[in-house]
């Protein structure tokens, strides 16, 4: 792996926590210097959304990423403000879907057609469900929570080829790490 540039937790909130609830995909991509995207680690999981906020942030964290890449189609503001109440100062990018699951990932897909797109490591769950992803949609049980946080991931590091995909309008969250003791108010 050479020296990474940027780096983002992608997060595809499932919107139940029943135990045969999708999983919450959480992935790690980054950009190397090399100008290659590389996924680092595939945290998704099962649980409540406290659960899947906290593993963001500790990715976050582990990988000193640069932002947190949210889908809010499900669940809008309620998406972000789970992270902002984990940790109200950290960088949130929020992406909204305009197009099936299958269109978003054929411009990553290429990328890693012209190898473009290296695995840090075995994800066996994040690859099985790619290779369930076809151009006719996602032939697996479920949801590819795994995949389309990859997608989310890479489509932000490479926003030149799929710039027409997705983007709802990026939300400037507020810098709250100005903010001095006694919050807003004080």
Not at 68 to 80: C, L
Not at 84 to 104: D, N
Request: contains cysteine; proline residues 7%.
């Amino acid at each position: 792996m050479p020296e990474l540039g940027r780096v983002v937790v992608a997060v595809d909130p499932s919107v139940t926590n029943e135990p045969d609830s999708d999983y919450h995909g959480v992935v790690v991509c980054a950009l190397g210097a090399d100008g290659r995207g590389y996924v680092l680690e595939d945290g998704s999981l099962q649980g409540s959304p406290r659960q899947w906020a906290n593993r963001a942030i500790a990715m976050f964290d582990k990988w000193e990423a640069d932002s947190i890449i949210i889908e809010v189609n499900q669940g809008g503001d309620m998406v972000a403000h789970t992270l902002e109440s984990a940790r109200p100062t950290i960088p949130i990018t929020e992406v909204r879907a305009t197009k099936g699951k299958h269109v978003r990932a054929e411009p990553i897909s290429a990328l890693y057609s012209i190898g473009r797109i290296s695995h840090v490591g075995a994800f066996p769950e994040l690859e099985d469900q790619m290779c369930k992803m076809t151009a006719a949609g996602y032939e697996g049980d479920g949801s590819p929570d795994r995949v389309d946080a990859l997608v989310w991931g890479m489509t932000e590091l490479f926003p030149e080829i799929s710039t027409s995909l997705h983007t709802a309008p990026r939300r400037e969250r507020p810098d709250l790490s100005t903010v001095g003791p006694g919050g807003w108010m004080g």
